[in-house]
């Protein structure tokens, strides 16, 4: 069917497609409204808008064409190629709020928003960055340095611009910056003092010279050197010192100071052999080999007579001790068999002391001794040892049984600290029975 020179081919219905005139097609609808036409020039017009005039195909849509409609496949590249895809973690990050001095970090999982304390341990910064910084320098650790601070304590401390070597070729002023002058700071080099150096400082040494350097000297040599040899140079050395022979006779009187002297002879003579104090505290061993006989015997000082035993225990002065085949024991039962008596640090004479022996105790046989005592009794009263080696009062049943076992009777509690040097530890003076 033909309407003015349009061709329709197929099953195109009739009643909505007409050929009004040669201004374009009309396109109506069942109620005889235009619905869209087509204009001369390819125009596609709906009833109401703009005219339509490509259907493009450009993904930049670089047109921005009113005329023209964009196909699909041009509208995905276009989204693909200049938007971002939806992603769960940018979901996320749209949700913070931007608050003030916070950060979005990584936590291996999610964005998190961390405030500055936080994130600056995620950057692992530290303490030091939140640091003043001040002008002084101290140990607390609790500001940074600054380069003046820095420079301030270096000059304090160590060599600085102002007294450094730069100067060096003038030495008498570097040694006065370095505070080594000569002759004011430091001793001047001289080759005597290095003789003197490397010589040995050993006991009783002296430094004397030989004619051509110095040397060492030990006592003989240098009373050589002193001419300190020969009688007739020594003898105020010997009178203050030393006897001859022949004025050791038997019954001379010696009133000087002797150091060493050796006695012998059978005829007895009448005189004193004297040196110290008559309160004497010195511990130095005086030695006789030999039967030794006096009239008597005084000792200003200490209080008893010891015995020295075979010792099997450890050594506590002051504790009671039994007797066994391996030695003595300190005592551990009450009113102990065998018990032997105290051990004594405050003995004035002693016998039994053996070098040989390992180990060895001395037991009070007489006078008062300090020892270890449960409590403080009336003087007088009867005492053996108790189980843990110290003197308690002896019951009278024990006393009446065992007479022997009773060690002391008690005197008083010694109240010094010390007594003669020795330290006291809280015991008591008792009399060995």
Not at 99 to 127: C, K, P, Y
Not at 196 to 213: E, P
């Amino acid at each position: 069917m033909d309407f003015h020179g349009i061709t329709m081919y197929g099953d195109l219905n009739t009643d909505n497609l007409k050929a009004k005139d040669a201004n374009g097609i009309r396109c109506y609808d069942d109620s005889d409204m235009i619905t869209f036409r087509i204009l001369d020039g390819g125009y596609i017009q709906a009833y109401q808008g703009t005219s339509i005039n490509e259907f493009s195909i450009d993904d930049e849509l670089s047109g921005n064409s009113d005329d023209a409609l964009v196909t699909e496949k041009a509208i995905n590249q276009h989204v693909i190629n200049n938007y971002q895809p939806l992603d769960s973690n940018l979901t996320t990050i749209a949700a913070f709020t931007a608050s003030n001095n916070h950060f979005m970090v990584g936590d291996g999982n999610d964005w998190v928003l961390e405030e500055g304390l936080t994130a600056r341990t995620s950057l692992g910064l530290g303490t030091a960055s939140t640091k003043d910084y001040e002008d002084t320098l101290d140990d607390t650790g609790i500001d940074l340095p600054t380069s003046i601070a820095i420079k301030t304590y270096g000059d304090d401390r160590w060599l600085n611009e102002a007294d450094n070597l730069s100067d060096l070729p003038n030495a008498s002023t570097s040694r006065t910056n370095l505070g080594v002058a000569i002759g004011s700071d430091v001793q001047a080099w001289h080759d005597t003092l290095d003789d003197i150096s490397v010589l040995s400082f050993a006991d009783s040494n002296f430094i004397v010279g030989n004619g051509s350097s110095f040397t060492v000297e030990a006592g003989p040599v240098a009373r050589e050197s002193l001419g300190l040899t020969g009688n007739s140079n020594t003898t105020h050395y010997h009178d203050s010192r030393y006897f001859t022979e022949a004025e050791m006779v038997d019954g001379s009187t010696v009133t000087a100071h002797i150091n060493r002297i050796k006695l012998s002879g059978t005829t007895k003579a009448d005189g004193y052999f004297y040196a110290g104090t008559n309160t004497p505290t010195n511990v130095t061993r005086l030695n006789y080999d030999g039967y030794l006989w006096a009239t008597r015997m005084y000792n200003a000082v200490y209080a008893d007579f010891a015995d020295f035993q075979d010792l099997n225990d450890e050594l506590v002065y002051g504790k009671c001790y039994y007797d066994t085949y391996d030695g003595a024991k300190i005592c551990n039962s009450y009113c102990q068999k065998g018990v032997i008596g105290i051990a004594s640090d405050t003995y004035g004479q002693a016998c039994g002391s053996d070098s040989t022996k390992e180990a060895q105790v001395p037991i009070s046989v007489g006078g008062w001794v300090l020892a270890y005592v449960d409590k403080e009794y009336e003087i007088g009263t009867p005492l053996t040892n108790d189980s843990k080696g110290n003197l308690t009062e002896i019951e009278i049943d024990e006393k009446l049984e065992y007479p022997e076992r009773i060690l002391a009777t008690y005197k008083k509690k010694e109240r010094d600290v010390m007594w003669n040097n020795l330290v006291v530890d809280n015991r008591h003076w008792v009399k060995i029975k």
